[in-house]
């Protein structure tokens, strides 16, 4: 069912529909002047993002991801040009992050048999044991057990995509939210650029609610080891050995021209700390990030002009 926000001067309406799709809140916006034809496109959209979710899966057996997986340590997997470069750039983001990036993982469940008592062997594995030959479009995982997921991209990847299509079917303007992560095109129906607040009313409290994000993505981490439990007493910041207070992050938002690549900065930022996370978005061309720490103090990127 779709929602209306504002009608103008111009019939322009921003018709939204939420959706729970790859088991987070989609909402779908796109800015037009008929509901029939508005409804079709994010039908289309959210076909693009089951298609993604159906393709990325490691719970379908026939999937390429799967095939990959059970073939670690034994052979390359011909895979398609989508997974391949999909794969191409999750490395290309772990080489940039130094690893704190990597959609390789152990899988947990192989196991030996030693004295009638299972013992899981662990293997020490990265993104370095995964060799792409681009000539073949194969991929092989060098090591017995290890294995690809890309929960940490998949959303961005399917809003890029579900982006794509709508552009494709006619929509000059609109913004996907994936599970709060936003990606915009365009303008809003009285033509002023897209903002947090204006793509997302829901995050006009943020101290960057105001920050210009037309035709970029932004992608947000929150800290959640912050808010671990010990006693049901949270745990308090720590100090350093001068006894000032260590300031931790609470939250990373990442700037990027795509969703994809800004989901999947997000944590590792917050990972390598205030400085180097600055540091390293300040290297890229046309990212930006935006820090909040326990503080609430704000540390913006070069390039992101604040109101």
Same mark, same amino acid.
């Given at each position: ?19 729970? &799709?790859?088991? @987070? ?9 008929? +509901? ?6 994010? @039908?289309?959209?959210?076909?693009? $993002? ?17 095939? $990959?997986?059970? @073939?670690?340590?034994?052979? +390359? ?23 704190? !990036? ?7 469940? #192989?196991?030996? &048999?030693?004295?009638?008592? %299972? ?9 370095? *044991?995964?060799?792409?030959? /681009?000539? /073949?479009?194969?991929? !092989? &995982? ?17 809003? *890029? ?19 709060? *992560?936003?990606?915009?095109?365009? &303008?809003? =129906? ?6 947090? /607040?204006?793509?997302? +009313?829901? #995050?006009?409290?943020? +101290?960057?609610?105001?920050? *210009? ?30 006894? !000032? ?11 990027? =021209?795509? %969703?994809? !690549? ?5 944590? =590792? ?12 978005? @300040? ?25």
């Amino acid at each position: 069912m779709l929602a209306l926000k504002k009608v103008l001067a111009n019939n322009s309406t921003i018709y939204r529909r939420e959706v729970r &799709l790859m088991g @987070n809140k989609f909402e779908i916006s796109v800015v037009g002047t008929d +509901p029939v034809w508005a409804g079709e496109r994010i @039908n289309s959209a959210i076909f693009e $993002i089951n298609r993604v979710e159906k393709l990325l899966s490691t719970f379908s057996e026939d999937s390429e991801v799967n095939t $990959i997986n059970r @073939n670690a340590g034994i052979k +390359p997997v011909k895979v398609s040009a989508e997974i391949f470069k999909l794969i191409e750039r999750s490395l290309q983001i772990s080489e940039l992050t130094y690893g704190a !990036f990597d959609i390789t993982y152990y899988n947990n469940d #192989q196991a030996t &048999l030693q004295n009638d008592s %299972a013992v899981i062997t662990y293997t020490k594995i990265n993104y370095k *044991d995964v060799v792409l030959n /681009a000539t /073949a479009t194969t991929v !092989f &995982l060098k090591q017995e057990g290890m294995r690809v997921g890309f929960g940490a991209n998949s959303k961005g990847y399917a809003a *890029d995509r579900a982006k794509y299509i709508l552009q494709l079917e006619g929509v000059s303007h609109g913004v996907i939210n994936a599970g709060g *992560d936003l990606l915009t095109w365009g &303008l809003t =129906p009285d033509m002023e650029p897209w903002t947090v /607040a204006s793509a997302d +009313p829901r #995050q006009k409290a943020l +101290p960057f609610a105001n920050l *210009d994000i037309t035709n970029m993505a932004v992608a947000t981490s929150v800290n959640a080891e912050r808010y671990a439990t010990i006693t049901d007493k949270k745990l308090s910041t720590g100090k350093a050995k001068n006894g !000032f207070t260590v300031s931790e992050i609470k939250s990373v938002s990442i700037l990027s =021209p795509t %969703a994809e !690549f800004a989901d999947a900065m997000a944590t =590792p930022v917050m990972t390598i700390g205030i400085n180097a996370g600055v540091y390293l978005i @300040n290297q890229l061309n046309q990212i930006g990030c935006v820090i909040i720490d326990d503080q609430n103090r704000v540390y913006p990127s070069k390039g992101i002009n604040l109101t």
